[in-house]
Nanobody, 123 residues
Framework: QVHLAESGGGSVPSGGSLRLSCTVS????????LGWFRQVPGKQREGVAA???????YYADSVKGRFTITQDNDKSILYLQMNKLKPEDTAMYYC??????WGLGLPDYFVDWGQGTQVTVSS
């Protein structure tokens, strides 16, 4: 069983930066993909960034050039470096993983989820 745990959320002013972390525990295959999603109340959960088993990365258009997804060599920690934050980035951010899906698609494609960490960006 895979367990994902996010940390690093907080409150920052517009233009600020945060780095989210996701600790991955449990047995995972080399093909295991990891991603970040976010959700605001009343809206659907949306993909932010993902990294697949080959290390290829995917980003939502809204965060390209501002956010960077990385992971350590043994995939035990996933990061999301968020720069030039905007108020519209305010959301609960979730770490997600899947052993077979590669890409940044619908949340339904990912089977493992963390509990989330809140990011609030003030204007």
């Amino acid at each position: 069983q895979v367990h994902l745990a996010e940390s690093g959320g907080g409150s920052v002013p517009s233009g600020g930066s945060l780095r989210l972390s996701c600790t991955v525990s449990g047995a995972i295959k080399p093909s295991y993909s990891l991603g970040w999603f976010r959700q605001v109340p009343g809206k659907q959960r949306e993909g932010v960034a993902a990294i697949d088993g080959d290390g290829e990365v995917y980003y939502a258009d809204s965060v390209k050039g501002r956010f960077t997804i990385t992971q350590d060599n043994d995939k035990s920690i996933l990061y999301l470096q968020m720069n030039k934050l905007k108020p519209e980035d305010t959301a609960m951010y979730y770490c997600a993983g899947d052993p077979t899906y590669w890409g940044l698609g619908l949340p339904d494609y990912f089977v493992d989820w963390g509990q989330g960490t809140q990011v609030t960006v003030s204007s």
